[in-house]
């Protein structure tokens, strides 16, 4: 081989797809095919919801077209308006959702330990406008929902989790989806569990659940019988087939991903000035992000090691940099946000996020392991 080649030659990808049976897939789709029911309340979809809800022991779970549009449904079902506040280290869907709702984000500070929003920082941004907060379960570790939760209580607020990250996560014994008002899933393709494009929300409360019903369905109440304003938020069959099929997996796809995230945890070990960020044994989770840390928190050294892999095939990210503060259509709202947002700033710096999954064999770890050594004595 020469030297110049790279490590692998297919690239491994972060958010590969995790697939489950080909075989019940294609059976699933046939199935459709001579149903020829394809979307609108299908019995793929109602299977799917009933199954998700008593996975996450929650009464109910609505099922949506993409997690963003998830998102949307339900800060309009809760009431939120005027300003919400959200942290800006998270995909730019979060705050994207509150704006498309004609909502201003307010972003809060994290916690430079755990990447979670600060409750000590969302409280410092609470202003008459607030109407509610929208945390996130960043990485599918888990949000300060206990704090949040008496934060919201006490200052009347509206609490929402963008849990994107986070199905079938339990947290200090609460599975997702019994938080907050509501939780709200992805199910997009480079997602834990997929559906192709698709999401959900999870929530206890009844009439929620029946306003959110009507919402992702033009707010029809039976045929001819509109008694909401509505938007098309519905899942379809297929994306269901996927859903079912993949949910016949997730034991082995989680088994497979703490391998992984095991294996990356002892050769980042060996690795001087990274680490990887640990996991609480306490919780259940489905180890999809592998989040490696520079521990100087030079951007420059991120970005070479970054560049290294990428030059062997190893895709890595830099997920979320630079924070959604510093993207155009936040940065001209928010000039100087930086100002109070000095943990986001620092962790977007510092964070490498590994390809994972089943896409990605221990040996492939242990090959990549020996890339971030030399990449990383290189860039120092
Ligand atoms: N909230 C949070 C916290 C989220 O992370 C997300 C989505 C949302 C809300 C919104 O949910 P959705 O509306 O998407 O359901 C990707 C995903 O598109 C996005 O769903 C996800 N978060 C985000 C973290 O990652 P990009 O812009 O990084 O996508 P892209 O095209 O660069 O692909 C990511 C990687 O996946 C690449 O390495 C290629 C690989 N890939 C992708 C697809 C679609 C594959 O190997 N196969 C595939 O089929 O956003």
Redesign the pocket.
């Known amino acids: 081989m020469p030297l110049d080649a790279p490590a692998f030659e297919t690239p491994l990808?972060?958010?590969?797809?995790n697939i489950g049976s080909r075989e019940r897939f294609l059976e699933r789709v046939n199935d459709i095919l001579d149903r020829r029911w394809l979307s609108n309340d299908g019995p793929l979809v109602r299977e799917l919801e009933e199954r998700i809800a008593e996975r996450m022991g929650v009464r109910h779970c609505l099922a949506m077209c993409?997690?963003?549009?998830a998102?949307e449904i339900a800060i309009r079902a809760v009431g939120m308006r005027d300003e919400v506040i959200v942290p800006s280290y998270?995909?730019v869907?979060?705050a994207h959702a509150l704006h498309w709702q004609g909502i201003v984000p307010v972003f809060a500070d994290i916690d430079p330990d755990t990447h979670q929003i600060d409750p000590v920082a969302v409280e410092r941004m609470i202003t008459p406008r607030t109407t509610g907060i929208l945390a996130?379960h960043?990485w599918g570790r888990s949000a300060p929902a206990a704090a949040l939760e008496e934060i919201a209580e006490r200052r009347g607020l509206e609490l929402i989790f963008?849990a994107?990250?986070a199905f079938d996560c339990t947290f200090a014994g609460r599975p997702v989806g019994s938080h907050g008002r509501a939780e709200v899933l992805?199910?997009?393709?480079?997602?834990f569990f997929n559906t192709i494009?698709?999401?959900a929300v999870l929530t206890n409360d009844d009439d929620l659940a029946e306003r959110m019903r009507l919402m992702r369905n033009f707010g029809f109440a039976g045929e001819d019988n509109v008694i909401h304003p509505g938007t098309n938020g519905k899942l379809n069959e297929v994306s269901a087939a996927m859903g079912l099929t993949n949910l016949e997996a997730i034991e082995e796809v989680t088994a497979t991903n703490r391998e992984n995230a095991e294996a990356y945890a002892a050769v980042v070990s060996e690795v001087p000035g990274l680490r990887a960020l640990p996991f609480e044994d306490s919780d259940r989770n489905n180890h999809q992000y592998v989040v490696l840390e520079v521990e100087s928190g030079s951007q420059e050294v991120r970005d070479a090691i970054v560049a290294r892999l990428r030059e062997n095939n190893v895709?890595a990210?830099k997920?979320f940099w630079p924070g959604i503060h510093r993207m155009q259509p936040y940065r001209d709202l928010y000039p100087h946000a930086g100002l109070v947002l000095p943990h986001t700033e620092d962790v977007a710096r510092r964070v490498i996020v590994m390809p994972s999954g089943t896409a990605v064999t221990t040996d492939d770890i242990r090959t990549i392991g020996g890339i971030l050594a030399e990449a990383m004595e290189s860039a120092q």
């Open positions: 990808h972060v958010g590969r797809p993409n997690g963003t549009i998102l998270t995909f869907a979060t996130v960043l963008d994107a990250h992805s199910f997009h393709a480079t997602k494009e698709g999401g895709l990210r997920y």
